[in-house]
């Protein structure tokens, strides 16, 4: 790690470091997408190069397949691999009950997939990540390019006598066009301020016919491993 590191980024990298004592040899290991994802991956190559470890990573985003494949990792696809030990990815909120928003990268269909198909998720964060309600970060819902504009209204009117405190969303954009995830589909990131009922929420979204899936992650995550830029980690 190099000295003149921000003081989130530090805090990234050792929670990062720290989820590393879960990866055993042997071990098909699910590997998030995101900036501490990213230390992660490069943690887990270090210690594949320097002490031998042998796993093998199912990448969550064509970004973190580089990076892996970049630093020494085996890598397999989900369909290949099936199941997996473990997953370690970021976070863009957390709260008590270790529910979680994700998709701030773009990644949270393959996140949530991967996550699922693994038996313990552990997400790596520096400690702005906790929240006491999610909802402050825009919640990122993956939508069809096909008819995205009826989706985004459909969507806003479900939210109707849902306990959150905003309805307005937009759509995601890379310059002057829309950002496109990994599998072709646009991003609407909701603007709800608050989110009381993250299980009605997740279940309620996924029902319109547009949305491919969206990033909250409801009992999927097992532990957070939270670092500080002063080295010290909780679990
Ligand atoms: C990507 C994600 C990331 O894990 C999340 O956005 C956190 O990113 P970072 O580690 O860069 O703060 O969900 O889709």
């Known amino acids: 790690m190099s000295s003149d590191l ?31 994802a990213a230390w992660l991956v490069k943690c887990l190559g270090e210690m594949v190069r320097d002490d031998g470890l042998n796993i093998v990573g199912v990448p969550t985003s064509l970004q973190t397949a580089t990076l892996a494949r970049d ?14 030990d473990l997953t370690i990815d ?3 909120e957390y709260d008590g009950n270790l529910n979680l928003i994700k998709g701030g990268g773009g990644a949270l269909l393959q996140e949530k997939i991967v996550a699922t198909a693994s038996e313990r998720m552990i ?18 819902v993956e939508v ?18 849902l306990d959150v405190m905003g309805r307005q969303s937009t759509l995601r ?20 301020r608050r989110i009381g009922n993250a299980q009605q929420l997740s279940l309620v979204l996924n029902q319109a016919p547009g949305v491919v899936e969206n990033g909250l ?12 830029s002063n080295g010290k980690v909780e679990v």
């Open 123 to 140: 997400v790596i964060a520096d400690a702005s990540k906790q929240v006491d309600t999610l909802g402050a970060f825009p919640l990122p």
């Open 90 to 92: 970021g976070a863009d």
């Open 173 to 192: 954009m890379n310059g002057s066009q829309p950002f496109v995830t990994d599998e072709g589909n646009y991003i609407l990131d909701l603007n709800l």
């Open 71 to 84: 630093v020494g990792i085996t890598i397999l696809s989900l369909d290949e691999a099936r199941w997996l």
């Open 6 to 36: 921000s003081p989130i980024d530090r805090a990234k990298f050792f929670a990062a470091r720290r989820a590393t004592d879960y990866v055993e040899n042997g071990m098909r290991v699910g590997l998030g997408t995101g900036s501490t």
């Open 144 to 161: 069809i390019p096909f008819g995205w504009q009826t989706t985004k209204t459909l969507v806003e009117e479900m939210l109707i006598g």
């Open 217 to 228: 992650f409801v009992d999927i995550c097992d532990a957070v491993v939270i670092g500080y």
